[in-house]
Nanobody
Framework: QVQLVESGGGLVQVGGSLRLSCAAS????????MGWFRQAPGRERERIAA????????DYSDSVKGRFIISRDNAKKTTYLETSSLKPEDTAVYYC????????????????WGQGTQVTVSS
């Protein structure tokens, strides 16, 4: 069974940090580019970051560039999103997704999605 499971979300104060994890199972992880997306209530899903299969290439949205870092450990079949300097506008459900082969910033090109983890930033 192909599955992505996010963890690490929670409640954090403004300026704080969280490390989100996304564990994959049932797929050859190193064949997939990985992405992180988020969706706040009443807003469209927003792409945050993406990483290539090897981890060499990374892409960030302007809203998180310099504050978030995406990484992956192919041996552990896990991708991470290190968040820092969190702001109230970062409050959302964060999703990881897998796309076969090449990196993409387009959500509908991703084949597999996790269930999401809630991040709430309090002011």
């Amino acid at each position: 069974q192909v599955q992505l499971v996010e963890s690490g979300g929670g409640l954090v104060q403004v300026g704080g940090s969280l490390r989100l994890s996304c564990a994959a199972s049932g797929l050859t992880f190193s064949n997939y580019a990985m992405g992180w997306f988020r969706q706040a209530p009443g807003r469209e899903r927003e792409r945050i970051a993406a990483i290539s299969r090897s981890g060499y290439n990374k892409d960030y949205s302007d809203s998180v560039k310099g504050r978030f870092i995406i990484s992956r450990d192919n041996a552990k079949k896990t991708t991470y999103l290190e968040t820092s300097s969190l702001k109230p506008e970062d409050t959302a459900v964060y999703y990881c997704a897998a796309k076969f082969a090449s990196l993409s910033v387009i959500a509908h090109e991703y084949d597999i999605w996790g269930q999401g983890t809630q991040v709430t930033v309090s002011s």
